[in-house]
């Protein structure tokens, strides 16, 4: 009977032993996943509360009797790569028509905004991005170019087409070049939750300090539309620069990511790039709270953002060229280019 009772005793035991390593290994395991969510924020709200932003058709109607090239699936670019693995166009020159496009674009009727920012030194740029915006940036569509500067007596008188405006607004200046530049992210993120989410459908967000070239059309739009940077396309994924230091925010492993893609140009929907810049933003807020700035600053959390969010149209290095290189034969057009410029005298720091 003694032994018995033992024998209940310990059984009884057991099981709590065995209940208690069960819970706590679940609470463990919850709590972890929290915690890697919290840390490593890749999106925010997609379904939580939203600007109402407008609706869209992605209806290809065109005009009975459009003349135009007969499209082939057998010839086209054969010395480039035109699609993602994740099935997303990759935009190059000779790999769609104009005419066709806006005669299925043009006729929605659509506003394209744009963000530029020219913050201290750099509103010296801002007169021929504008200039070379108006000959070459989706000529013949409702373009609304919002400026962003301290210096709002120093904006240009740049006269525009029919059916493009421009409005200004203040905004403070830092005192390092990385802060203004990040920055963005945040006043981006504010400008389409305060006016553009039921004024606007797309948006660009672009570098100053760069020129248009030639065409930019609606050949650019998509969802998520990310440009890759001229300067890493030819590179190991290893040796991108990327954020390496696994406590921020940013961080990609040398095995992972894509492409390396710019901070100086990147767009979509409305609704999209809200979600990027939100996301961005607080990243890299809470990376600052904890002494951590990314390598390449918003750019580093943007390359880690459309790592885990694909963006649905990338855009080839003839979108964001950059003067200093000489151009490659696979590049048939630059688009727009960043300027060559003396980082010493235009800057607020070194
Ligand atoms: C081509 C490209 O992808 N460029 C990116 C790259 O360097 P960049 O060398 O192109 O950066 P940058 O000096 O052009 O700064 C980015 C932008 O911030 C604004 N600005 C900056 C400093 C200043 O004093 N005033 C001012 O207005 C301006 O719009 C400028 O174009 O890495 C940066 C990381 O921080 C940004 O992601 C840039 O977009
Ligand atoms: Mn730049």
Redesign the pocket.
């Known amino acids: 009977m003694y032994l018995w009772n033992i024998k209940i005793v310990a059984g009884t035991l057991l099981l709590v032993l065995l209940l208690g390593v069960l819970y706590s290994s679940i609470f463990q395991s919850h709590r972890f996943f929290l915690v890697f969510e919290n840390k490593y924020i890749s999106q925010l709200h997609r379904n939580g509360p939203q600007p109402d932003f407008r609706t869209h058709d992605f209806h290809f109607e065109v005009p009975d009797h459009l003349q135009y090239k007969q499209p082939s699936i057998l010839q086209g670019r054969t010395d480039v790569v035109t699609v993602t693995p994740w099935l997303a166009p990759v935009v190059w020159e000779e790999t769609f028509d104009p005419v066709l496009l806006d005669s299925i674009y043009r006729p929605k009727n659509m506003t394209i905004a744009v963000t ?8 010296m ?1 801002l007169k021929n991005f504008l200039e070379t915006a108006d000959q070459h940036f989706f000529v013949g569509y409702n373009v609304h170019i919002f400026v ?2 301290d210096r709002l007596d120093d904006v240009p008188q740049v006269k525009m087409a029919v059916g493009r405006q421009l409005t200004v607004r203040a905004v403070p ?1 830092y005192s390092r ?2 802060e ?3 920055r ?1 992210m945040e006043m981006i993120q504010i400008l389409i939750e305060e006016k553009l989410h039921n004024s606007a459908d797309y948006i660009f967000c ?5 020129n248009f070239h030639n065409h930019w059309g609606a050949e650019s739009l998509g969802g998520l539309v990310a ?1 890759v ?1 001229p300067g890493y396309y030819e590179v190991d994924r290893s040796r991108f620069p990327y954020e390496r230091r696994p406590a921020s925010r940013a961080y990609i492993a040398p095995e992972e990511g894509d492409f390396y893609y ?4 990147f767009g979509g929907l409305l609704q999209e790039v809200h979600l990027l810049t939100k996301t961005c933003r607080t990243n890299f807020e809470a990376d600052a709270k904890e002494g951590i700035e990314a390598a ?5 959390h ?1 390359n880690r953002y459309m790592w885990i969010n694909k963006p649905s149209k990338v855009l080839s290095p003839e979108y ?1 060229w ?1 003067d200093f290189k000489p151009r490659k034969p696979e590049i048939h057009i630059i688009r727009f280019s ?1 300027v060559i ?1 003396n ?1 010493a005298l ?3 720091n070194v």
């Open positions: 530029v920012f020219a913050v201290g030194k750099y509103i740029f962003f500067t200046s070049w990385q203004i530049s990040a963005r672009l570098d100053v300090d760069s440009v940077h710019c901070g100086g140009a390449w600053q918003e750019e580093s943007l964001l950059q960043g410029k980082y235009i800057r607020p």
